[in-house]
């Protein structure tokens, strides 16, 4: 049975800001309007992206930056994100479908995972993990691809690491990670700068990985 106790005066007057954010704001990835914020300072015109979960967050992503690749498993959506991308005039998008099988692959041999494959060591400033498989191994596989300096975007992470956050499906802090993969995540970001930001019906993290010494 469905529960509806999230349901209270703080969370209907929450989603009610999100609501306003978004149609204010139509062109702003769906992400926290604090990490948007935050986003919006940091990412340079030299900076070379990755996301999983192409949409809104696309257009808005390559227009900062200097090249996005931008990974989807859905088809259909793969067509309507390439469309806008044109109409949008972006040309330094490549944007890839990549379908994902559950039932017969790996996670880590997921053609959708295994596009990391093509990057080199350290040669992604930004990256956005909000795609629908595979979170936790994509975070962790992602790492070592992150520069000094670079950042790791987790959109919905209260759904899979403890927090004190009050967005519905929040795992509670002292609790364990959502999956031995987000455990071995955590563990090796201890030392990584974080940003937790949440807007009471969703939370947005972002990680920095601390520069490297001269």
């Given at each position: ?68 690749t931008s990974i989807e498993h859905d088809e ?13 005039n972006i040309s330094n998008t490549n944007l ?7 039932r017969h692959e790996k996670p880590r041999e ?105």
């Amino acid at each position: 049975m469905r529960s509806f106790r999230h349901l209270t005066p703080r969370y209907i007057l929450n989603k009610m800001k999100v609501v306003l954010y978004e149609k204010r704001c139509p062109d702003h990835p769906w992400l926290t309007k604090q990490a948007n914020s935050i986003l919006s300072t940091l990412l340079k015109p030299t900076d070379v992206g990755l996301e999983w979960g192409s949409g809104r967050s696309t257009i808005w992503l390559a227009r900062r930056i200097k090249q996005l690749t931008s990974i989807e498993h859905d088809e259909s959506w793969y067509k309507v994100v390439s469309i806008k991308l044109k109409e949008a005039n972006i040309s330094n998008t490549n944007l890839l479908l990549c379908k994902v099988d559950e039932r017969h692959e790996k996670p880590r041999e997921s053609p959708y995972v295994q596009v990391l494959n093509t990057f080199s060591k350290e040669s992604l400033d930004f990256v956005l993990i909000d795609g629908k498989y595979y979170r936790d191994v994509c975070a962790n596989m992602v790492l070592e691809k992150i520069c000094s300096g670079g950042i790791i975007v987790i959109d919905n992470a209260n759904w899979y690491l403890p927090c004190d956050s009050i967005s519905p499906n929040s795992i509670p802090q002292n609790s364990p990670p959502a999956s031995k993969e987000w455990a071995y995540f955590l563990d090796r970001v201890k030392d990584w700068r974080l940003i937790w930001t949440s807007s009471g019906i969703t939370d947005t993290a972002i990680w920095f990985r601390p520069a490297d010494k001269a």
